[in-house]
């Protein structure tokens, strides 16, 4: 149960963003530009840090989301599964390994970030900007983990509801112009 009151038919992180939509624009704007913005690393990449962060966490709503997210964008559910389990072998290339592995780093710690790992991203082709991005998406995704953790948040269990989360998703991340009222349960 929420520790403060949030829409029920809101669970996870919409329902924060709803309850004081003055601070959830910037959060949704900065979030839009780093995983649906232009770059050089696709949108399912940008997921897959995302999910990462949230797995390393324990945020099961984020992890739950950004898997479903992930899967969308791929079309298959096999990395998701992998990446979670052990970075090293899941099926990725090794610039990506090597950005999974600066993210866990975040996840831990900022200072847990080594120039090892750095430099170990750059020999892989990884740009300075591929860098930051991963480092800055991370970072977003602690604060959205402790977000909906810290103030007890509903977790739905029904992988249903994460399929129709992803599809909002992969849209992106603004708010719906007409709000979320046809959420609601009839």
Same mark, same amino acid.
């Given at each position: 149960m929420p520790y403060i009151p949030l829409e029920e038919h809101l669970p996870g992180?919409?329902?924060l963003l709803e309850y004081r939509k003055d601070t959830a624009e910037p959060i949704r704007n900065l979030t839009q530009v780093l995983l649906r913005g232009p770059s050089t690393l696709s949108e399912a990449e940008r997921e897959l840090i995302a999910?990462?962060?949230? $797995?390393? $966490?324990?945020?099961?709503?984020? !992890? $739950?989301?950004?898997?479903?997210a992930a899967d969308k964008l791929l079309g298959e559910?096999?990395? !998701?599964?992998? #990446?979670? +389990?052990n970075i090293s072998t899941a099926p990725v290339? +090794? *610039?990506? *390994?090597s950005l999974l592995t600066i993210a866990s780093q975040v996840q831990q710690s900022g200072k847990a970030v080594t120039e090892h790992s750095i430099q170990q991203a *750059?020999? +892989?082709?990884? !740009?300075?900007l591929e860098i930051h991005d991963t480092v800055l998406i991370a970072a977003l995704f602690c604060l959205y983990n402790r977000y909906v953790d810290g103030l007890s948040t #509903?977790?739905?269990t029904d992988p249903e509801f994460y399929h129709g989360l992803a599809m909002r998703i992969a849209k992106g991340y603004q708010r719906l112009p007409q709000g979320y009222d046809h959420l609601k349960k009839q």
């Open positions: 992180i919409t329902g999910t990462v962060v949230s $797995n390393g $966490n324990a945020c099961r709503f984020c !992890t $739950n989301a950004h898997t479903a559910c096999d990395t !998701t599964k992998a #990446v979670k +389990e290339s +090794e *610039k990506m *390994k *750059k020999q +892989e082709g990884a !740009t300075d #509903v977790t739905p």
